[in-house]
T-cell receptor, first 114, second 116 residues
């Protein structure tokens, strides 16, 4: 069975500050890990994904995440927050087997203040 | 990248009626599609796995007689919410993986269902 835990349902940062959104996973098989962003009343947008290649993954909009097997973590970071980053962020896990669904964490709401 | 569409994007129906939501993979074939439900300010919960040419697999707690899934072709899966009630109001999202590539999965834009 697979699961993800997102620590902190709500994170607030100032514009220009570091963004750190935490995700820990549990998986009995080698995982694939994903970060998605969702703006109000919209669908999901893929930020980045880990698929067993490089452990440091760079995504869109300046986000990156590092896969740490020893810590079972896949935290999302951005050096400098922008107002437009305010949204809901979801970490998700799947197995590396074709045809498996993504299992999502509960989400973290990111607020950015000026 | 690949595109998955959903129709309609929004639907309002009266309590007791049925609503059909379509999920299409526009430029690839999908033998499997997934249906998720998202309540306001909550996460996506997997409802069921739709398999082309065979019965869908439902997650625990999801009523298969209420949420009918049909995957009649390699590019189309439908979710029918039967005898809808206000508590079925939610955001329904489908996804489709590229066959053989577990990490290549594409999400539809979602369907907002409101039951009055």
């Amino acid at each position: 069975a697979q699961s993800v835990t997102q620590l902190g349902s709500h994170v607030s940062v100032s514009e220009g500050a570091l963004v750190l959104l935490r995700c820990n996973y549990s998986s009995s098989v080698p995982p694939y890990l994903f970060w998605y962003v969702q703006y109000p009343n919209q669908g999901l947008q893929l930020l980045l994904k880990y698929t067993s290649a490089a452990t440091l993954v760079k995504g869109i909009n300046g986000f990156e995440a590092e896969f740490k097997k020893s810590e079972t973590s896949f935290h999302l970071t951005k050096p400098s927050a922008h107002m437009s980053d305010a949204a809901e962020y979801f970490c998700a896990v799947s197995s590396n087997q074709a045809g498996t669904a993504l299992i999502f964490g509960k989400g973290t709401t990111l607020s950015v203040s000026s | 990248g690949a595109v998955v569409s959903q129709h309609p994007s929004r639907v309002i129906c009266k309590s007791g009626t049925s609503v059909k939501i379509e999920c299409r993979s526009l430029d690839f074939q999908a033998t499997t599609m997934f249906w998720y439900r998202q309540f306001p300010k909550q996460s996506l919960m997997l409802m069921a796995t739709s398999n082309e040419g065979s019965k869908a697999t439902y997650e625990q707690g999801v009523e298969k007689d209420k949420f009918l899934i049909n995957h009649a072709s390699l590019t189309l899966s439908t979710l029918t919410v039967t005898s809808a009630h206000p508590e079925d109001s939610s955001f329904y999202i489908c996804s489709a993986p590229i066959s053989g590539r577990a990490h290549e999965q594409y999400f539809g834009p979602g369907t907002r269902l409101t039951v009055t």
